[in-house]
């Protein structure tokens, strides 16, 4: 089948994949009261990167496993796309991991973590049996929703004794490195230079003309989004509080309190479940579609599950704690992960893109 992708689809779909579990973090808390400009800062910086991804698809309309092959030759090519399936692969690994401890040492303690990996990897292979445009049309329902909800508790956390704007002065009291330092290469790559992801859903869309201007759209909404997030987190427990929390938008939840309005336990679950269910499902689309590219085969459907199966197994090998996978989230995979394969290769992809394309007759 040959199903397209409205570009509205398409929109619907990245920002929901952008948001995924992204607002649950206090992200750059690093730079403590000003980890909301770190945000800003790497949404700025992430913009010449993420429209690379779409210049280079509308120089060669290929997608990224067709692209490698195209700038570097068959074999070279179809090693590379190997790897981006790896790294796909091992990102949503790390995706299903985050989603067991984040709800086993917040709502459903007692729970085996096998129980929530599988729900959710049984989900993700229902909606991937119908294709990425299925999968979109989804998030062109659910994300209204999410974006209702965030409103919601937004304007509860805000209505709280605990709330205040005071707690994010001084600004810029360590002056601006420490912000630069939480931004690069952290939040840069995570979230927007995950949408490298959507590379190999570009030949999918009806008008590739506006891939860009959705691109654009995207990071910036994401990027004002996760600031504000920053803002509520800081503005409700402190930064010191909030560096010490592994799940700082679950205490703000908990901190509601008006009258009959508490334990909104149930807005922080459908925020969790929905965000990490598309990231997970993104991230296995984008991975089986390298290695049925690589492998030249006719369809990624009979790869679901043994794909799906490493990435349940994945999940838990990856590392042997919580603290150790954060700690590799942290310091490794930014760094040796993620630059190299979200900014350094394609950057190298797009520059030869360029001298192929000069050196036509």
Known sequence: MNKRLEVSDLLFLMITFEIGTSVLFCLGIKAKQDCWLSILIAMLISLPITLMYVSSFE????????????????????????????????????????????????????????????????????????????????????????????????????????FSFSRLLPILENGIVPVIKAAIPLI????????????????????????????????????????????????????????????????????INLGNLKNLDTLYVFIMIIGVFFKISVFTYAGLTMIKNALELKSYKYLLFPVLSMIFAASFIIADSYQTHILIGLKFTPFYIHVPLQIILPMITFLFLNIKEKRKP
């Open 59 to 162: 120089k060669s309309q290929k997608n990224l496993p067709q692209l490698l092959e195209f700038v570097y030759g068959k074999y070279i090519g179809k090693t590379l796309s190997l790897i981006y399936a790896l790294y796909f692969l091992y990102i949503a690994s790390r995706n299903v991991r985050d989603y067991v401890e984040l709800s086993v040492n917040t709502i459903y303690s007692r729970t085996p973590t096998y129980i929530f990996s599988s729900f959710m990897l049984i989900l993700v292979m229902y909606y991937l049996l119908f294709d990425i445009c299925v999968l979109a049309r989804v998030a062109k329902i659910l994300l209204p929703l999410i974006l209702a909800i965030m409103a919601f508790q937004t304007t509860m956390i805000m209505m709280g004794d605990n």
């Open 188 to 255: 840069v790559t995570f979230p927007f230079g995950e949408l490298i992801a959507f590379t190999t859903v570009f030949d999918k869309v009806k008008q590739k003309e506006k891939i860009k201007k959705i691109m654009l759209i995207t990071t910036v909404f994401t990027g004002l989004l996760l600031s504000f997030n920053n803002i509520i987190i800081i503005s409700s427990l402190g930064a010191d509080e909030a560096s010490r929390e592994n799940f700082p938008l679950y205490q703000v939840i908990r901190l």
